[in-house]
């Protein structure tokens, strides 16, 4: 499994910015990436991911146009940045990797590698 550290996260205003970052023990060529989000007492959902080998980027539609996923040119870390925010967004962001093939529904079931989180709070 691969070991991953998120950063990042923080209090900010609605309509601010924030980038959150995702290292990894090893690179993450091999890996599908993914960001999650879970804000207090909802399900865990996904925001947005990346396949191995794959420029193109699939994101959630409440974060389409706002959030964009990447990944370093050394494949050694993954980012999130995050522009527009509203208080909606406020939640524990999770970066995950998925050893196997995992589908545009950005899944949680598909990642097997967790990192412990980074909290996002967006003020009104």
């Known amino acids: 499994q691969v070991q991953i550290v998120e950063s990042g996260g923080g209090l900010v205003q609605s309509g601010g910015s924030l980038r959150l970052s995702c290292a990894a023990s090893?690179?993450?060529?091999?890996?599908?990436i993914g960001w999650f989000r879970q804000a207090p007492g909802k399900e865990r959902e996904g925001v947005a991911m990346m396949r191995r080998g794959d420029p193109a980027t699939h994101s959630a539609d409440f974060v389409k146009g706002r959030f964009t996923i990447s990944v370093s040119n050394d494949k050694k870390t993954a980012y999130l940045q995050m522009n527009s925010l509203r208080p909606a967004d406020t939640a524990v962001y999770y970066c995950?990797?998925?050893?196997?093939?995992?589908?545009?529904?950005?899944?949680?079931?598909?990642?097997?590698?967790w990192g412990q989180g980074t909290q996002v709070t967006v003020s009104s």
């Open positions: 090893v690179s993450l060529d091999g890996y599908d």
């Open positions: 995950a990797a998925a050893t196997e093939n995992t589908n545009v529904q950005i899944t949680a079931s598909d990642y097997d590698s």
